[in-house]
């Protein structure tokens, strides 16, 4: 659906911003441990770090229909998890609660994580 974002999953390429629809979206290629949490026998996940949100029209659903949109990316199966750090706007971190993203608090911001599998067991 966003053959930038596609591109960008499967190229060297480790950061990008990249226009998804009506918002544009800070990207990073990342291994993290689950909720950052280190744990010395386990190895750290590959992560797609969201780093940064921008738009022009907050509230108007293209978040949801983004999100919704990677339900079906098969690119993304490449990788174990999303990592949406720093959300520091209240509603959009009520949205993450709402929709089932873990948090982890990083530093007095809320940080979410979701594994893809939990979004291709949605999407089923």
Same mark, same amino acid.
């Given at each position: 659906?966003? &053959? =930038?974002? =596609?591109?960008?999953?499967?190229?060297?390429?480790?950061?990008?911003?990249? =226009?998804? +629809? %009506?918002?544009?979206?800070?990207f990073r290629? /990342? *291994? $993290?441990?689950?909720?950052?949490?280190?744990?010395? %026998?386990?190895?750290?996940? &590959?992560?797609?770090?969201?780093?940064?949100?921008?738009?022009?029209?907050?509230? *108007? +659903?293209?978040?949801?229909?983004?999100?919704? /949109?990677? &339900?079906? *990316? @098969? &690119?993304?199966?490449?990788?174990?998890?999303?990592?949406?750090?720093?959300?520091? *706007?209240?509603?959009?971190?009520? !949205?993450?609660? $709402?929709? +089932? !993203?873990?948090?982890?608090c990083s530093? +007095?911001?809320?940080?979410?994580?979701?594994?893809?599998? =939990?979004? @291709?067991?949605?999407?089923?």
């Open positions: 659906m966003y &053959k =930038d974002l =596609d591109d960008f999953l499967v190229s060297r390429c480790r950061n990008k911003w990249i =226009d998804v +629809g %009506d918002i544009k979206v800070y290629k /990342s *291994n $993290r441990h689950w909720l950052c949490k280190f744990h010395r %026998d386990e190895a750290p996940l &590959k992560t797609l770090d969201i780093a940064s949100v921008e738009a022009d029209d907050p509230g *108007n +659903g293209a978040w949801t229909r983004f999100i919704s /949109s990677l &339900k079906t *990316n @098969k &690119k993304l199966l490449e990788y174990e998890q999303i990592y949406v750090e720093n959300v520091l *706007n209240v509603s959009f971190a009520q !949205w993450f609660r $709402r929709m +089932g !993203w873990v948090e982890s530093y +007095g911001a809320s940080c979410f994580f979701k594994k893809v599998s =939990d979004f @291709k067991e949605q999407a089923e």
